[in-house]
């Protein structure tokens, strides 16, 4: 016998309210972006933008260099996503299927540096891309980070999940690791790739610290730090700020929407211990 | 293939570790002894421990809602959960730049919204109470999405025949969460506190996009650790000795706080009879 609890009224009211509180925030800003300048300052404000423009959509273009911005956001998450699957692929390919010497050890050290704040090493890392003459360049953006624990370590979780006869029997057969690793391994974790994917393109949108310290020339950032400099700049012109935020949110909201299954199963993962 | 692996290893394992151990020129401890005598370090970690004391219950209490809302078998529950997740996917800084222009002192809606109601606008930026209150809004707002997944998935795996056999014992729906949902849910709540323990000590977006270094209140009221550390190593001439000390006590402390978190995990964490 299964227990169907009718939902009651009060979860219906409780759901549309946090819905609602969740959805005001991001209303407020598509509608400060639609109005002029002169409409932001009314006191007291007016929540629907009247008469509704693009003005503020059009300043954003000639204010910040966008598509720049946009296409270094783009090649980074794709740069970042490329070097973090080749690491840790290769990495959890060692670790949990050949087990080389030491494989403990090195889980054990993964572990805890899951643990330490990236944040914190960014002088060292600074001082390395710097002497590789790597400053204001879209690699400097991604090199320290396609290292990623982390992904190492989902990676990890998903290969020990392939039956080792399959591995094994192939051994047999004399195919080298990186056939194996290709013609195995990846087709049966493609959802775990796929995660690990997701995952990091959704870090490397999170940046902030580590493109402002490396990148000092604005055409080399990405959206997030490129919109930060807005802001210094121009405090008091709220309409462009939001056309702006709403104009660099919107790709990853769009991408979200499509692949929402991929994205909410990928993030239940990542919490799997 | 080894060989590859080492040598990835060793690249990003030197990242990691190369300077970590204070200046060029070797100065001993001296960087060490000065951190005793910063009063800014202090406020630093003092503010960052603030806000995490505030932000954590937040996420956990706000992600524990959604998930048992997530969960409900209403019509429209995709539509609800795809709303639960857009924070997360909201560039971070287009939201707390939206947040900056919520709670603007002048022109800001929130206060506009107070006025209407007959209170008096409040300085938000302007007070050690203002500045916590926007950053846990702001850091609960954009950080809650991902461990409402990670609840919603933990909930899920509870049997269901747990819930029948409480049900015919005559538990109602908030005797059932409290004792079986909780404890039950216990792994994935101390994932969920622990990683937003960890994201909260290093908190650094909000304050920089919403105080900038030359405002005064930034000194005060929204310097965190990682904020300070930032403003020692690349701002004016840098001090990169001593912010590199800086960051060995961020370290320490993060250290510190997860292995507090890992023995008190096994004392009230239930993994289950097997487990």
């Known amino acids: 016998m299964l227990v169907h609890n009718r939902p009651r009224w009060w979860v219906y009211v409780l759901i549309i309210v946090v819905g609602a509180v969740i959805l005001a925030p991001f209303a407020w800003m598509i509608s400060t972006a639609l109005m002029t300048t002169g409409q932001t300052l009314k006191v007291p404000p007016n929540p629907i933008p009247a008469p509704a423009t693009l003005d503020g959509v059009g300043e954003v273009f000639t204010r910040i260099p966008f598509f720049t911005l946009l296409w270094n956001t783009v090649l980074a998450s794709a740069g970042r996503v490329a070097g973090t699957l080749v690491v840790a692929t290769l990495a959890a390919y060692a ?20 643990m330490v704040p990236g944040d914190i090493f960014i002088i060292p890392n600074y001082a390395i891309i710097s002497s590789l003459k790597l400053t204001d360049t879209i690699v400097a953006l991604i090199l320290p980070s396609i290292f990623d624990v982390f992904a190492v370590f989902l990676m990890y979780q998903f290969f020990r999940g392939i039956p080792r006869e399959l591995v094994e029997a192939a051994r047999m057969d004399g195919s080298s690791h990186l056939r194996i690793l290709m013609t195995i391994v990846v087709p049966i974790a493609r959802s775990g790739i796929i995660t690990v994917a997701l ?50 949110a919107l790709p990853m909201v769009v991408i979200f929407l499509i692949l929402q299954k991929r994205f909410i199963a990928s993030v239940a993962r990542s919490g799997l211990k | 293939m080894f060989r590859f692996y080492g040598f990835g290893y060793n690249v990003w394992l030197s990242l990691n570790d190369a300077g970590a151990f204070g200046p060029p020129k070797f100065a001993g401890l001296d960087n060490y002894a000065r951190l005793f005598a910063d009063d800014q370090l202090g406020v630093a970690l003092a503010n960052t421990f603030k806000f995490a004391l505030f932000i954590v219950p937040g996420v956990v209490i706000v992600a524990l809602l959604c998930a048992v809302l997530m969960q409900q078998k209403v019509r429209g529950s995709s539509a609800f ?20 222009w919520i709670f603007q002192t002048q022109y800001g809606i ?88 960890i994201s909260t000590l290093k908190l650094f977006d909000v304050v920089y996009i919403l105080l900038p270094p030359e405002l005064p209140a930034s000194a005060k009221f929204g310097l965190t650790a990682v904020y300070y550390y930032y403003q020692l190593a690349f701002l004016n001439t840098g001090d990169r000795g001593y912010a590199s000390a800086v960051s060995m006590v961020l370290f320490v402390l993060i250290l510190a706080v997860s292995v507090i978190m890992f023995r008190l995990q096994r004392r009230f964490v239930h993994y289950g009879e097997d487990g």
Do not use: C, H
């Open chain 1, 95 to 114: 670790l949990a299927i050949i087990k080389v010497r030491g494989s403990r050890v090195i889980l054990v050290v993964i572990l805890t540096l899951i």
């Open chain 1, 199 to 248: 995952l990091t393109v959704l870090s490397e949108w999170k940046e902030l610290l580590w493109p402002i310290v490396v990148n000092r020339s604005v055409d080399k950032l990405t959206l997030g730090p490129g919109l930060a400099l807005l802001r210094g700049a121009y405090t008091t012109d709220w309409n462009v700020l939001m056309s702006a935020g709403v104009l660099a």
């Open chain 2, 81 to 100: 959960r795809a709303i639960v997740f857009l924070p997360a996917v909201a560039l971070p800084t287009a939201a707390i730049l939206l947040f900056g």
């Open chain 2, 110 to 197: 929130l206060n506009a919204t107070i006025r209407g109601l007959g209170g008096s606008p409040v300085s938000w930026f302007g007070s050690a109470t203002g500045v916590t209150v926007v950053v846990t809004v702001i850091v609960v707002f954009l950080s809650f999405s991902v461990p409402t997944i990670i609840l919603y998935a933990g909930i899920q795996d509870i049997p269901s025949d747990v819930y029948e056999a409480a049900s015919i014992d005559g538990a109602g729906p908030i005797r059932r969460f409290f004792s079986i949902t909780l404890p039950l849910l216990s792994p994935s709540l101390f994932f969920v506190i622990l990683t937003t323990t």
